[in-house]
């Protein structure tokens, strides 16, 4: 699993017997390029996810993907110093 957006639209399972949607997943360790996640249940290590590049956010902000699209106005924006939270 490569992809962010796919991931986030994906589920996981563990060994433990947790199964869920990877957005309820909130453990995770992150690094430059990628992060690794893990069960919510027992840590268990479950995998790596790379954070999307900047054609992965347009490719999913033009399938509607409202993350995606969030990411893809701020890249967009020629507002510097413009906060909008
Ligand atoms: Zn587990």
Request: aromatic share 14%; charged share 25%.
């Amino acid at each position: 699993m490569n992809n962010y957006f796919e991931w986030k639209d994906s589920e996981s399972t563990c060994r433990c017997g947790w199964s869920g949607p990877n957005t309820e997943i909130k453990d995770m360790e992150t690094f430059a390029e990628l992060f690794e996640y893990f069960c919510p249940t027992c840590h268990e290590k479950l995998g790596i996810v790379s954070y999307p590049s900047l054609w992965q956010v347009q490719e999913a902000a033009e399938r509607g993907n409202p993350e995606a699209m969030h990411m893809w106005q701020k890249f967009t924006s020629a507002t510097p110093g413009e906060d909008d939270g």
